[in-house]
Nanobody, 115 residues
Framework: QVQLVESGGGLVQAGGSLRLSCAASGLTFSSYGMNWYRQAPGKERDIVERINWNGGWTYYADSVKGRFAISRDNAKNTVYLQMNNLKPEDTAMYLC????????WGQGTQVTVSL
């Protein structure tokens, strides 16, 4: 059974930082591209960042370039999202996704950024 478990969310003031983690089990982690999405109430789910199987390629949404960084540790079956200089508009549920033909999702971790 595939499981993706996100952690690290919380309440932070604008300008602060958080590091999200997504621990994967039940799949060959190094075979999957990993993605972070976010979804704010009443809005569509949007891609935030992507990373390929070995970390050699990444994609960043324009809204987070220069502030967020995705990374992965295949030995720990974990993908990370380092978020710096957070803004109130970053407030959302952040979800981890594993994609390689099959598609798996975590339950998400809430990030709330206050003024």
């Amino acid at each position: 059974q595939v499981q993706l478990v996100e952690s690290g969310g919380g309440l932070v003031q604008a300008g602060g930082s958080l590091r999200l983690s997504c621990a994967a089990s039940g799949l060959t982690f190094s075979s999957y591209g990993m993605n972070w999405y976010r979804q704010a109430p009443g809005k569509e789910r949007d891609i935030v960042e992507r990373i390929n199987w070995n970390g050699g390629w990444t994609y960043y949404a324009d809204s987070v370039k220069g502030r967020f960084a995705i990374s992965r540790d295949n030995a720990k079956n974990t993908v990370y999202l380092q978020m710096n200089n957070l803004k109130p508009e970053d407030t959302a549920m952040y979800l981890c996704n594993a994609a390689s033909g099959a598609d798996y999702w975590g339950q998400g971790t809430q990030v709330t950024v206050s003024l």
